[in-house]
């Protein structure tokens, strides 16, 4: 018998989470987007998603390099951050765009702080965002259609007016050019109203183009991702299918999703609806399978490093996030607001968790 | 049953499954025992033999040198040959009595006391005393000092502690199975000296035979009832098991009695009522000695001070390579650096770790994640408190609640970052008491 034991502190035992396998989970339940957005645009979505991947990963690498410190690329979180990025740019993108977003995410977004678990904000949102602010064109136009349906998901342009090309090219512009998002701001734009056509008819056409759209049909489509957007963001269905599973394997937990979620819902239900639109119960829907809430509430918003530490917190982050996302939907200037809002709500973080610190267990309250 | 629990806690493999069939068994004579002075929480004991003096076992080879400290006994016959430092359970070396056994087992006159149901309590607390009985869950705090409150905290409650929520550890489990009825004869002497209406012998779900036994052997008494707890750690902590059996929370800083409650582990019971009726002093106890690398794990009757290596050796020595040796249970044990170490009082068990489960993985940045504070039963920020340690803020620290932590081990249990938050906040907690002493 060996006598020189290994003597370390307690506790002796550990259970299988490591940081490699958190990573790499997120990375598993990232791809049934992945498979979805092939089958709509080809290899170019997840050539791009790789370029993003890969540059991030070698970003990692040369900056731990540098900074004399272990290159720790292997637990792959570096790999998830570019993966995000890609997934947040249009699939018609140049081949180029992933790569400066995960360059800039990784190296201004992750490595300058100290890297993983350091950095304030999600270094994939921050990406996007310079993307955005640098190549604004490139980001929100020139969408690619996806190969079995239309950019905004209205199947059946009939059902809006029977020659809606002549009636109205603006319209018809709108309706065939542009994301659901993009449509619904659009139509909350009065001056755009009014320009629809010289009949009068504006109000009206809007408030069709405002029902069709919100409506059972193009819900569908919007539940499958047969929409125009971002390589990893039209599929509710994908995201969903990869959220029970991080959820089921206990990675992230039920609170930011539910109350990020819940609060869009309560809240478009509430202020949706257009001037003279009504109320469609199926309104909240749209809002909470459009764009990029459901990757953005899932696995952006339940990034660790970013967000609070108490349940509490979580709980007023996430509300925070819903409440941001539908003021720049419904008031702001962007189609969009996930990534502004959970950007955001990243930098109240530290006020948060000042503000929920827990109290002992059976310390009395002073 | 309604089983009940407190918030926040793991849930480890129990890996029981070792030594839960293995009933108990006495464990050889050993040739030599190191008694040690420091057993328990407060002073060491002072040696009252000198080298060369024959023993009984059972003699009383130590006194107590206050009131919180302990009595220690020879737990063999022989000679007292060195009064020195040795290895103590927990891997340190401290000051002991070793005494070389004559193979006799000459023991001193017990008594058999028929109704010592009815002593008066202060006879019954002596006797506690004399026996030099602790808490036998690991901590040691000595018995007599825990079922002496002072007058203005009455107590209404004692629980006994039979969650054995530690990973491996069967010994109290064991106990309870063999030695039910005098495990409820020491509840009942246990709440007669402190004045207690009600009785509560709090199970783990993951012992059924065990709640199932205690429920009939409580049947017919109205005032001790059997609660199942479910199965998390660390439900035997006594501010977690005071809360999930009678909803009262300890306040912080403060002990059990502040809640009318005295909680005793079921080992420990079992030597109050030895102590009582016999007059026995303790100098034996159960200890598990278990984990994949021991050939026929088992639930040994061993006298205190005997060597470990002579306890793995009648369980039939090792079939691979040992990676680490702990002394206590896998959560809150004690890594030893060899098997020289000899068992103490507290000793509930031994669990050897091959190699692979040995394996100490690599710390890294801590991600945020906040499994440890889902986790933290005393509802604290581990990370944070680790990270105040780390950069030698010691006020952050105690604000954090440095102090609070009881170091169960949960939230280093559960970082996917291996993250030593336990080693951290001891760390933290030596330097604070550094600290202190350096202020008076």
Known sequence: ?366 | MQLRTFPGGVHPHDEKHFSASAQITEAPLPQKVIIHLSQHIGSPSTPVVAVGEEVLAGQLIAEASGFVSLNQHASISGKVTAVDRFMHPTGTSSLAIQITGDGLDKWVELVDEQDFINLPPAEMKARISAAGICGMGGAGFPTHVKLSPPEDKPIDTVILNGVECEPYLTSDYRLMLEKGADIVTGLKLIMKIVGAKKGIIGIEANKPDAIKLMEKLLADEPYLEVVGLKLRYPQGAEKQLIYAATKRKVPAGGLPMAVGVVVQNVGTAFAVYEAIRYRKPLVQRVISITGSPVNKPGNLLARIGTPFSELVEFCGGTKETVGKVISGGPMMGFALPSLEATMGKGSSGLVLMNEKDARMMEEHNCLRCARCVDVCPMNLIPSLIAAAVKNKNLDMAVSAGLNDCMKCGSCAYVCPAQIRLVQWIDTGKIRYAEAQRAKK
């Open chain 1, 1 to 366: 018998m060996k006598d020189k034991y290994i003597v370390s502190s307690a506790p002796h035992f550990h259970d299988k989470t490591t940081v490699k396998n958190v990573m790499w989970n997120v990375v598993i339940a990232l791809s049934p987007a992945l498979v979805f957005a092939v089958y709509y645009w080809g290899f170019r979505s997840l050539l791009l998603t790789l370029l993003g991947a890969v540059s991030a990963v070698v970003t990692e690498a040369a900056i731990q390099k540098m900074r004399k410190v272990p290159i720790s690329v292997a637990d792959g979180s570096a790999f998830l951050t570019g993966m995000l990025l890609s997934y947040n740019i249009n699939p018609g993108a140049p081949w180029w765009m992933p790569i400066m977003g995960s360059v800039f995410a990784i190296a201004v977004g992750k490595q300058v702080f100290g890297g993983l678990g350091n950095n304030p904000v999600n270094p994939a949102l921050l990406g996007r965002a310079f993307l955005l602010a640098s190549w604004p064109s490139l980001m929100t136009s020139g969408w690619l259609k996806p190969k079995t349906g239309s950019l905004s998901g209205l199947n059946d342009l009939d059902a809006i007016a029977i020659n809606l090309q002549s009636l109205s090219p603006k319209a018809y512009d709108l309706v065939t050019g542009a994301t659901p998002l993009k449509v619904v701001q659009t139509l909350r734009d009065s001056s755009f109203v009014a320009s629809i056509n010289g009949n009068g008819e504006g109000i009206n056409l809007a408030n069709r183009i405002f029902t069709n759209i919100t409506e059972m049909a193009a819900l569908k489509n919007l539940f499958w991702g047969n929409i125009g957007g971002c390589i990893g963001e039209v599929s509710a269905f994908a995201l969903l299918l990869g959220a029970a599973y991080l959820l089921y394997k206990n990675i992230i937990e039920w609170r930011i999703p539910l109350f990020y979620l819940g609060t869009v819902f309560v809240l478009t239900a509430v202020f949706g609806p257009i001037k003279g639109s009504g109320y469609s119960p199926m309104l909240p829907f749209f809002h909470i399978f459009s764009g990029g809430l459901m990757l953005g509430a899932f696995f952006m918003a339940t990034d660790y490093t970013t967000t609070p530490l108490t349940k509490n917190g979580r709980i007023i982050f996430a509300i925070g996030c819903g409440l941001l996302t539908v003021v720049i939907r419904l008031v702001g200037g962007y189609p969009e607001g996930v990534s502004y809002s959970i950007l955001f709500m990243n930098v109240m973080t530290p006020l948060i968790d000042k503000l929920t610190m827990p109290k002992p267990f059976g310390r009395i309250k002073k």
